[in-house]
T-cell receptor, first 112, second 114 residues
Framework: DQQVKQNSPSLSVQEGRISILNCDYTNSMFDYFLWYKKYPAEGPTFLISISSIKDKNEDGRFTVFLNKSAKHLSLHIVPSQPGDSAVYFCAASGDNFNKFYFGSGTKLNVKP | NAGVMQNPRHLVRRRGQEARLRCSPMKGHSHVYWYRQLPEEGLKFMVYLQKENIIDESGMPKERFSAEFPKEGPSILRIQQVVRGDSAAYFC????????????FGPGTRLLVL
């Protein structure tokens, strides 16, 4: 039962351009959403989060947008840098934060 | 401030043996989550523990898997009588509190069952 889905397994972007990574979810009870970045042979690293009471959260080059009616969130990276090349996971949790559901990841390649 | 530590980083077991994976959370963190990542898949929640308590184990297989987080020492994920399908990367994450707190992940333990 895949409650969080990332339908694009990979994305290739030119350095300096915008990277847009998408994520869909099915459970309307999800209350908190996060994005993680993962390099090979390492654990995921937290990037940015958003609560369901907001529709946008920004941190430097990273912005997360939440569309609750569409059950969709996206991560924008502007401008993209080669060091951003990694696998990006979105995750979601209900308001008890007992468990977090992860998408299958999108592999971003930023070309110099 | 040391991050989340996991050991071993790599573990090879033969079918039927036991695997013990250890996770030392960040200093001061009393909440630990365990996840499993199969090849080409995302992370799947297994269990959420606080010190001496299992809060949510709904993602853990009913048989052969157990987890603990004692008052002293690391959290342990134990897999008895391993099978080839247990081969995966196992990550733990710790947080200071429950709630909208950042989870910090360890580097993972890669288990290979021969």
């Amino acid at each position: 039962d895949q409650q969080v889905k990332q339908n694009s397994p990979s994305l290739s972007v030119q350095e300096g351009r915008i990277s847009i990574l998408n994520c869909d979810y099915t459970n309307s009870m999800f209350d908190y959403f996060l994005w993680y970045k993962k390099y090979p042979a390492e654990g995921p690293t937290f990037l940015i989060s958003i609560s369901s009471i907001k529709d946008k959260n920004e941190d430097g080059r990273f912005t997360v947008f939440l569309n609750k009616s569409a059950k969709h969130l996206s991560l924008h990276i502007v401008p993209s840098q080669p060091g951003d090349s990694a696998v990006y996971f979105c995750a979601a949790s209900g308001d008890n934060f007992n468990k977090f559901y992860f998408g299958s990841g999108t592999k971003l390649n930023v070309k110099p | 401030n040391a991050g989340v530590m996991q050991n071993p980083r790599h573990l090879v077991r033969r079918r039927g043996q036991e695997a013990r994976l250890r996770c030392s959370p960040m200093k001061g963190h009393s909440h630990v989550y365990w996840y499993r990542q199969l090849p080409e898949e995302g992370l799947k929640f297994m269990v959420y523990l606080q010190k001496e308590n299992i809060i949510d184990e709904s993602g853990m297989p009913k048989e052969r898997f157990s987890a603990e987080f004692p008052k002293e020492g690391p959290s342990i994920l134990r897999i008895q009588q391993v099978v080839r399908g247990d081969s995966a990367a196992y990550f733990c994450a710790s947080s200071l509190n429950r709630g909208q707190e950042t989870q910090y992940f360890g580097p993972g333990t890669r288990l290979l069952v021969l």
